[in-house]
Nanobody, 120 residues
Framework: QVQLVESGGGLVQPGGSLRVSCAASGIWFNVYTMGWYRQAPGEQRELVAAITSGGSTNYADSVKGRFTISRDIAKNTVHLQMDSLKPEDTAVYYC??????????????WGQGTQVTVSS
């Protein structure tokens, strides 16, 4: 059974920092691209950051220079360090694990989400 369990969300003031983590189980963690998405009320879910099995990263333009994604292979965990937070970063943050199989099928799993609120 695949599980992605997020933790670390909460309330933080503008300019503050927060780290969210996602612990994966039931998948071969090493071969998955791990990503963080977010969804604000009334908005579509958007990609925030992703890290491939080889360690390559990509970020949404809105978070470049402020957020850092990393993965701990030994612990099957992916982290998102969020610095210089802004009110517009407020959203539910979702962890995603994705891989493309040899027949081009995409296998994708989602966590339950963790709320991040940036407010004074």
């Amino acid at each position: 059974q695949v599980q992605l369990v997020e933790s670390g969300g909460g309330l933080v003031q503008p300019g503050g920092s927060l780290r969210v983590s996602c612990a994966a189980s039931g998948i071969w963690f090493n071969v998955y691209t791990m990503g963080w998405y977010r969804q604000a009320p009334g908005e579509q879910r958007e990609l925030v950051a992703a890290i491939t099995s080889g360690g390559s990263t990509n970020y949404a333009d809105s978070v470049k220079g402020r957020f850092t994604i990393s993965r701990d292979i030994a612990k099957n965990t992916v982290h998102l360090q969020m610095d210089s937070l802004k009110p517009e970063d407020t959203a539910v943050y979702y962890c995603n694990a994705e891989r493309r199989l040899i027949d081009s099928t995409i296998r994708s799993y989602w966590g339950q989400g963790t709320q991040v609120t940036v407010s004074s």
